[in-house]
Structure formats: structure tokens, C-alpha cells
């Protein structure tokens, strides 16, 4: 396995993780934080910032905020606020890329992700950033 670790598909078969990507767009920046190969990559404004290899411990706590996630349950997520539809605030997306299959969230408002993802959004941005030890 690239990862180490499966998630749930079709909320019953596992199956193999191979990309993570989220992306956050306004109308003044964007930003993508890519999941792959044991790495994190973050892009800004469409340029390389940073690239990182996880540690053990990080991808042990990846994988467990990961293997909570339902592939299946993305597409149809309940979106909080709406709000990036009228005021021009930075909308996101989370992708996740398996084996199998590709899943997508709608588009919500970063300010206010879906509550099934709010943990592995903040992981993957905290881990892009440098925070995570």
C-alpha cells in the first residue's frame, strides 16, 4: 500500500488510498494541499511552497482521521454555509482518490467545512504549514 492504510468504500469494501487533495479558492488566492506518496505538497497562487515527508507518528494520526471518512458520504456532505455563492468568500473541496474510486465534496465555505471532514481539512492545512511535529 502507498499509504498503510484503507478506507471505507461503498461503506463496506476497503480499498487502497493513492491522493488526498483539498483545494480552497477566492477570488483573490487559491491554495492546494496534496496528499501523495507519503507526502505533503502545498501550492499558493499555483507555485510550490513547501513539501514535506510524514513522519511515523503523523501518518499514524492521518490515517486514523482518514479511515473515519465514508468515501461514499462526500458527494452528497451537508454544507454549513453557503455563503462563498454570494460574497465572494474562499469556497473548498476535498477529493479523495482511491484505488477505485474518486470522491468529491461539493463546494462549501472554508470557514465552515462539512463537520465529517473539519479534522482532516485542519490536519492536512496544519501539516502543509509546518505545524505538526
Given amino acids: ?29 487559491s491554495e492546494k494541499f496534496l496528499f501523495e506518496n507519503g507526502k505533503i505538497t502545498f501550492f499558493k497562487d499555483g507555485s ?11 501518518k499514524t494520526a492521518f490515517s486514523k482521521i ?13 454544507i454549513p454555509s ?14 479523495i482518490v482511491s484505488a477505485k474510486k474518486i470522491s468529491s ?5 472554508v470557514d465552515s467545512p462539512p463537520e465529517e471532514i473539519l ?3 485542519r490536519y492536512l492545512k496544519n501539516l502543509a504549514k509546518g505545524e505538526l511535529t
Fill in 48 to 58: 510550490l511552497k513547501g513539501r514535506a515527508e510524514l513522519t511515523k507518528k503523523q
Fill in 105 to 109: 465534496t461539493p463546494l462549501f465555505d
Fill in 1 to 29: 500500500m502507498l499509504f498503510g492504510f484503507t478506507i471505507l468504500l461503498r461503506g463496506e469494501t476497503l480499498t487502497e488510498i493513492t491522493r488526498i487533495q483539498y483545494v480552497e479558492t477566492s477570488l483573490a488566492k
Fill in 119 to 121: 479534522e482532516l481539512v
Fill in 82 to 95: 453557503k455563503k462563498f455563492m454570494f460574497d465572494g468568500s474562499a469556497f473548498g473541496q476535498l477529493k
Fill in 66 to 78: 482518514v479511515k473515519s471518512i465514508n468515501m461514499d458520504h462526500l458527494p452528497t456532505l451537508a
